[in-house]
């Protein structure tokens, strides 16, 4: 014999019985009993808002530390960690520490095979591989190598450009050059920018190395990245060069000055020695200043003096040349510059 429960009758003016907190009248009436909400699913939709709340905020901590791309997502597992990078999911040891997470994505990245062809060379090794090697008794090394690791795990959501860098700084004669492209790259994601296109292979070196756009305005603008050689100030000729590039949008320069401490802070802490600089520039130009942003920079990848600059320093005029480039861009590229350095120590 069954018996079937009587169903509780109530007002259109009584709080709904799902448990939502408003009158029946405004919740629940006209939708069939079977489909009705329930208490339980009511207190997991409440506990689920709240996890989203704590993450949102632990998400906006996060970008205001190191930049505005997701943070790891991981979770525990039998025996270990889940780490997911875009579509990937790896598992780890469970004290794994984040740089070494980013040390073996980073091996994952360039191939493991290349890696180990490029070790058994007895001379003229690879830079990535004397950084690799040197990592663990030198902290100049060891800075070196996780701070590549780090902006290419920045720059994972944009396959297309992961993967051409990576081939170009496998390429021994292409290493340093790709080195700063790749920071840049880093740079602009970091502050909130897209890169729709690296290195018209149709046009070759004529073209600009990066198309951005600032996804908040829509404003595209050409980015070219220059790496000055260690033993020469050739910074002018670096700028000339950027501007015989074919340019769609208006031009940012980022020149890496490659030097020491103590020439880098002599060099942006006086505006005369940038005007020196910039000055033959615009008038071999007739007087005009054909790019809107030179942004320097200062992150030497050799062993200069023994000195390495782990907070690399960077000088940015007040404003862009042209009227027509966005404060708001302008202001996320001087944030994203300021955070280029700043690589979190686990996975929170």
């Not at 408003?22 to 997991?44: A, D, S």
């Amino acid at each position: 014999m069954s018996y079937k429960l009587p169903r509780l009758k109530i007002g259109r003016n009584d709080l709904c019985l799902c448990g939502s907190g408003n009158k029946f009248k405004k919740c629940c009436i006209g939708i069939p009993f079977e489909n009705r909400k329930q208490p339980l699913q009511i207190e997991v939709a409440k506990e689920l808002k709240l996890k989203v709340k704590e993450e949102r905020k632990r998400q906006d901590k996060y970008t205001k530390a190191y930049g505005s791309f997701p943070r790891p997502v991981f979770c525990d597992s039998p025996g270990g960690k889940l780490v997911a990078i875009g579509s990937k999911l790896f598992k780890v040891q469970k004290d794994e520490s984040f740089h070494k997470f980013l040390l073996d994505n980073l091996m994952r990245l360039v191939d493991p095979e290349w890696f180990q062809r490029e070790v058994k060379l007895k001379n003229n090794k690879h830079p990535l591989i004397n950084w690799f090697q040197n990592n663990k008794s030198n902290k100049r090394y060891y800075l070196q190598i996780i701070s590549v690791a780090f902006d290419l795990y920045v720059i994972e959501n944009n396959a297309d450009l992961q993967n051409k860098i990576i081939v170009k700084l496998k390429n021994k004669d292409q290493f340093y050059g790709a080195r700063s492209e790749l920071l840049c790259a880093s740079i602009c994601i970091r502050a909130g920018l897209e890169i729709i296109k690296f290195y018209d292979e149709s046009l070759g070196d004529s073209c600009a190395e990066f198309i951005v756009r600032d996804p908040e305005s829509n404003f595209l603008f050409d980015l070219e990245s220059k790496r000055s050689h260690a033993t020469r100030n050739n910074y002018g000729s670096l700028i000339n060069q950027s501007l015989k590039k074919i340019k769609k949008n208006p031009l940012v320069i980022f020149i890496d000055l490659n030097t020491t401490r103590y020439n880098a802070a002599h060099i942006t802490s006086d505006d005369k020695k940038i005007t020196q600089i910039l000055k033959p520039i615009k008038k071999s130009q007739d007087g005009k200043d054909l790019y809107s942003l030179v942004v320097f920079l200062n992150d030497p990848y050799e062993d200069i003096q023994n000195e390495y600059l782990p907070n690399s320093c960077a000088i940015l005029p007040d404003h862009p040349n042209f009227e027509s480039f966005p404060e708001k861009t302008f202001e996320k590229i001087k944030k994203g510059v300021s955070l280029m350095r700043n690589i979190p120590e686990d996975f929170n």
